[in-house]
């Protein structure tokens, strides 16, 4: 099955009005391309980043949502309200999210509900820390955090959602996953949602983040499981994002 490879910049806590405008001019250079190309920013830009992107190929994405439809909840922010910018994709179950703001696997199926709901897509992250890797629990956490979204939304849903496989240990750190990891543990996640639906897990896109720099990311998308990267800090610099699209090709 051909999957669109899908290459989103996770901008995370960075950026001003100009800075923003300054990359995504940077990023309007682009050739056209045969992936998705999404960047997320922080909430208070996205009006800007709409306005930018604007008649351009580039799809919006938010970096969180709100589990609740609305409502007294001061600071919150609703799936209606992203979408009321255009949002396309929201990042779900980040482990930054997940580690610093306590987001339990229920949370963040509750999250990927509300998303689905209001007919945007969940971009579900999942991935172990250093620690589970060596002890050889990799593949169960990432199941433990899927299998806690499918007894919310079921798997027929996984068919309108992206998981981006995010080992902790790769994130920020410099130390990316090689190809081969990446694609031991993508074919795994495909497997596992396989015995819940065969064509539910051919047809939903896993991506990979942790540390992706263009240097490394031809060698991850020749991979057959590895439908695109998330990416963080590559993706604050034009021309570095730019050469990741285009290895996605
Ligand atoms: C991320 O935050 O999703 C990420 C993958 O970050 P980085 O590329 O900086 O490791």
Not at 52 to 61: D, F, M
Not at 209 to 230: H, N
Not at 231 to 246: H, N, P, R, W
């Amino acid at each position: 099955m051909i999957r669109q490879k899908i290459v989103a910049g996770n901008w995370k806590m960075n950026g001003s009005k100009e800075s923003i405008s300054l990359l995504i001019n940077g990023l309007l250079e682009m050739e056209g391309s045969n992936s998705e190309v999404v960047v997320a920013p922080s909430f208070p830009y996205l009006s800007q980043v709409e306005s930018l992107i604007s008649g351009s190929a580039i799809v919006l994405a938010a970096q969180n949502v709100s589990q609740e439809v609305k409502g007294a909840f001061t600071g919150e922010v609703s799936a209606s309200m992203l979408g009321d910018f255009g949002v396309k994709y929201v990042l779900l179950g980040h482990s930054e999210r997940r580690s610093l703001y306590g987001e339990i696997d229920a949370l963040v199926a509750s999250k990927v509900k509300a998303v689905l709901d209001f007919g945007l897509v969940p971009m579900l992250c999942v991935g172990e820390t250093l620690a589970e890797r060596e002890a050889g629990k990799t593949l169960e956490v990432c199941e433990r955090q899927i299998q806690a979204v499918i007894d919310v939304v079921g798997i027929a849903a996984f068919e309108g959602l992206v998981i981006a496989y995010e080992p902790v240990w790769a994130i920020g750190t410099g130390l990316s996953a090689s190809a081969e990891q990446a694609q031991e543990v993508h074919k795994a996640i495909r497997e596992f949602l396989a015995q819940s639906s065969e064509s539910v897990s051919q047809k939903v896109q896993i991506l990979y983040g942790g540390s992706v720099k263009a240097s490394t990311s031809s060698a991850l998308f020749q991979m057959p499981d590895v439908d695109g990267a998330l990416v963080g800090g590559a993706s604050l610099d034009a021309k570095e994002f730019i050469a990741i699209v285009k290895a996605a090709g």
